[in-house]
């Protein structure tokens, strides 16, 4: 079975940097891929989504969670069909399971839609992101 696999999680002090890569395990028809995160207790969250369908306008549309504005760049490189999350000014509250998925939709807006629902078809198993104080 086809699914996303992440890497390039690990353990960093508050301030500091990680960059997640996620590719797919095979080929996947898909046009939106998002990151998300998981904190022990709580209930997974999106992060970034962006829309990889290059023939489209809206390509390269992004969105993210408000608490990581400014902070987290998602970015899309075609030629190796890699997602990747570099997360700069790390915070302890940063501290999850983070989780790539992707999926295909019509549209920008239906992918930052589906994006903010969690609800893309494909998912990785999670690369653990741990913030220190």
């Not at 209930?43 to 369908?53: C, G």
């Not at 399971?97 to 999926?103: E, N, S």
Request: hydrophobic share 35%.
């Amino acid at each position: 079975q086809v699914r996303m696999m992440e890497s390039g999680g690990g353990s960093v002090q508050a301030g500091g940097s990680l960059r997640l890569s996620c590719a797919a395990s095979g080929y996947i028809h898909r046009n939106c891929m998002g990151w998300f995160r998981q904190a022990p207790g709580k209930e997974r969250e999106q992060v970034a989504s962006i829309y990889t369908l290059e023939e489209d306008a809206d390509y390269d549309t992004t969105e993210y969670a408000d608490s990581v504005k400014d902070r987290f760049t998602i970015s899309y490189d075609d030629a190796t069909d890699t997602v990747y999350l570099q997360m700069n000014s790390l915070k302890p509250e940063d501290t999850a399971m983070f989780y790539c998925a992707a999926g295909l939709f019509d549209g920008a807006r239906a992918c930052a839609l589906a994006s903010r629902r969690i609800s893309l078809g494909y998912w990785g198993q999670g690369t653990q992101v741990t913030v220190s104080s």
